[in-house]
């Protein structure tokens, strides 16, 4: 039995801007049939605005250094235990190949934010763009707008960078030295430049709410991204939220389901965090309007270092295991650069 208000919220953040009434009404569902039907409805509207397919995205963790200090990131400046690398221009080239061999046509470079040389990570995107003919997201952090300008010159094409949280006081407890503002100021930029935007939040962090989340959802919607990027908070040992409970597997897939109801368009990953908890949850992040795959690529010798959360999934994974992951959920791979879906 679905109840009336939750069939009329449904038609009214498929119809128009979402209030936070219904948004929260909906997040919170928590009724197995209803549950269902939500994520029926989510899967649907991905079909219908994106195709019944998945896309894949080769994850390279290019460096762990970090001057920031995020309090849920493993790889924060004051976190001492953590070991640091930087792959070198010829490891980082031999992960795209291989990603390319395996029939992926996109790679996203991220790393800490650890101050590399802007005409560094010029030089590799260009690199990148000369040898193969792949799509190349970036996953850098917070950097200035002619940083951002001198990589889109390069040939970068997309830029992930997500907003943790739309409220000033969440945000500024999660980042003791970073500002809301800065972060808005860097997705404007972002935008400006030409780059196939990205963003997107955590769920579980201690401070967030249904109401905070909701929020979120609206700025998804007033912003159209063309990637979402939402998985559950992971608490990492060294770090101020060591003790904090992970986020919440189902208010995690209703984030996912609402999002993808309300915003229709964007690629939306089932993330490495949600494979990375108890078991795999990769494949109920499809089920509930998920539509990207980010298979780790890394070098096997730097993956376990790049630990931004404890036992985050990086195995190497064939393209059969891939393509059954999105058999199962009655999808195909798209082998293409799966570009931006928004219209305009
Ligand atoms: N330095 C880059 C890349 C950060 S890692 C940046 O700041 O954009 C990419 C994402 O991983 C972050 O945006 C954050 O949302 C997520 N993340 C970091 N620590 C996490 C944790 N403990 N649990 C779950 N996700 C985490």
Avoid at 208 to 237: L, R, V
């Amino acid at each position: 039995m679905i109840r009336q208000c939750v069939h009329d919220a449904l038609d009214r953040i498929q119809s128009s801007f979402p209030r936070i009434e219904d948004l929260e009404t909906l997040l919170g569902l928590c009724d197995p049939d209803e549950i269902r039907y939500l994520h029926a409805t989510s899967s649907s509207v991905r079909n219908d605005f994106c195709q019944e397919r998945v896309a894949l995205r080769a994850l390279i963790e290019i460096s762990s250094f970090c001057h920031n200090s995020c309090l849920y990131c493993g790889l924060n400046r004051y976190n001492r235990k953590a070991s640091r690398y930087t792959m070198t221009e010829e490891e980082l080239l031999q992960c795209v190949e291989s990603a390319v061999k395996q029939g992926i046509r996109t790679v996203v470079l991220q790393s800490g934010e650890d101050g590399t040389a802007t005409e560094s990570i010029s030089q590799i995107i260009a690199l990148i763009k000369r040898t193969f003919p792949i799509a190349v997201t970036l996953s850098l952090g917070e950097r200035s707008y002619d940083d951002y300008h001198a990589w889109k010159l390069a040939g970068a094409d997309r830029y992930l960078l997500r907003i943790e949280s739309t409220d000033e006081i969440l945000y500024r407890n999660l980042h003791t030295d970073r500002t809301l503002s800065s972060r808005l100021d860097c997705l404007e930029h972002l935008r400006t430049l030409g780059y196939q935007v990205g963003s997107g939040i955590m769920v579980g962090v201690p401070g967030q709410s249904i109401t905070t989340i909701a929020h979120d959802i609206q700025f998804f919607c007033e912003k159209q991204f063309d990637m979402i990027g939402i998985g559950p908070f992971i608490p990492h040992p060294q770090t101020p939220l060591a003790e904090s409970p992970p986020g919440d597997l189902l208010l995690t897939l209703n984030t996912i389901a609402v999002t993808r109801i309300a915003t229709k368009y964007p690629w939306m990953p089932a993330t490495t965090a949600l494979g990375s908890l108890n078991r795999d949850y990769r494949i109920e992040g499809l089920k509930a309007g998920a539509n990207v795959i980010m298979p780790n690529f890394t070098s096997h010798h730097y993956k376990a270092q790049y630990a931004i959360y404890p036992n985050k999934q990086s195995k190497t994974e064939s393209r059969k295991r891939l393509e059954q992951l999105a058999t199962r959920v009655g999808l195909s791979i798209d082998y293409g650069r799966c570009d931006s879906l928004l219209p305009g």
